[in-house]
């Protein structure tokens, strides 16, 4: 990238960052180098981007303008750029893909590293994150997503689908008993997972198409899959989750399936990313990778 756009966007960073000293530490940098871009930005322009304070550092009415045209412009300037420098064909450069925490530690980060032994020029920061970041705010090429989307400009290419069950700790069970039937969970408190999106209601579908909707009572909820997991463990409830996370636990039953007849409906999984007029050889090999290599995960249909 030129050293104008390199300048601009380390703004952009600084920005989201909320201080100079922090944005330094992302890019790899001292913070006299941040600095010093950020005078000879504000001097070029010849308005003040930032006003700094030893609490940080906020855009100025005309610095807030400039990033927010920057956050719709460098995405595509960078495209422009790596086509014209050939890297449209040749996979290389960063690339910045968010993942919910334990679908990225398990499965995604084998996926990353065999994919830079194809292309060593390949640079990769793997953000592991169970919130719904945003991918303009952040800077981010390429987000998983696990539950049902919301209505956005992003361009999403599906990965599948994740089959969900109802668990439970045996010991749980022998104390509040084993529902036979839907209607039977209302005697239940469950551990909800805060980022899926159907909330505090499930629609449960028996083997035949028969539906269930049953809502969900719960003292508990949290945003990790791997927490919750070790929640189900100590017996804090039921919780309807991902086939994979509980494979194991489940075969040295510690964990129990819950109305095994009944399944919660699949949560979609998609890989999203910005619109652009153009798309890098980096990214298209990453979502590649994430389409072919999520139809071998266990749970993913």
Known sequence: MSDALSDQRLFVRIVEAGSLKRAAAEVNADAATVTRKLSALEAHLGVKLLERSRQGATPTEAGLKYYEALRRLLPEFEALEADVAGAIDTPQGLVRLSCPVDFGAQHVLSWITSLQQAYPKLEVELLLSDEYVDLAAKGIDIAIRIGALTDSALIAKRLGEMPLL??????????????????????????????????????????????????????????????????????????????????????????????????????????????????PAKIRVMLDILVAKSKSVAGIQ
């Not at 899926?196 to 969900?216: E, N, P, S």
């Open 166 to 279: 109802i668990v439970a700790a045996p010991d749980y069970l022998d104390q509040r008993g084993r529902p036979s039937s839907p209607e039977c969970l209302a005697d239940h408190q469950f551990i909800l997972y805060s980022w899926m999106q159907f909330g505090r209601r499930a629609t449960l579908i028996k083997q035949g198409g028969q539906k269930a909707v049953v809502d969900l009572s719960a003292r508990l909820s949290v945003n990790n899959v791997g927490a919750i997991r070790r929640a189900a463990l100590e017996g804090a409830g039921l919780h309807i989750g991902p086939e994979w996370i509980f494979a194991d636990d489940l075969d040295k039953h510690r964990l129990e399936r819950v109305l095994p007849e009944w399944a919660p409906m699949a949560a979609p999984v998609h890989a999203l990313r910005r619109p652009s007029s153009f798309e």
